[in-house]
């Protein structure tokens, strides 16, 4: 399987989840943090495609949760 191939299936995955999950974002911020996490992980020689939606979805919670503004964070008290 080419690299472009296992890019788009990649993509795919961890896109179709984290949109069944209700957990995307923005689409053009959202498609930008996962090729981003693939990109990083194919510099590493990964090549599976699982294993690329995988550490994808956890890099896009990661920028999900940084980027979420302060109040959101906040515990609320009767």
């Given at each position: 399987?080419?690299?472009?191939?296992?890019?788009?299936?990649?993509?795919?995955?961890?896109?179709?989840?984290?949109?069944?999950?209700?957990?995307?974002?923005?689409?053009?911020?959202?498609?930008n943090?996962?090729?981003?996490?693939?990109?990083?992980?194919?510099?590493?020689?990964?090549?599976r495609?699982?294993?690329?939606?995988?550490?994808?979805?956890?890099?896009?919670?990661?920028?999900?949760?940084?980027?979420?503004p302060?109040?959101?964070?906040?515990?609320?008290?009767?």
């Amino acid at each position: 399987m080419s690299i472009r191939c296992t890019v788009e299936s990649a993509f795919f995955i961890a896109w179709s989840f984290l949109e069944q999950s209700g957990e995307l974002g923005p689409p053009d911020e959202s498609a930008n943090v996962l090729l981003d996490a693939i990109e990083a992980q194919l510099r590493t020689g990964e090549r599976r495609q699982l294993m690329l939606a995988n550490k994808a979805i956890d890099a896009y919670r990661a920028h999900a949760e940084k980027s979420r503004p302060a109040h959101d964070c906040e515990a609320r008290f009767g």
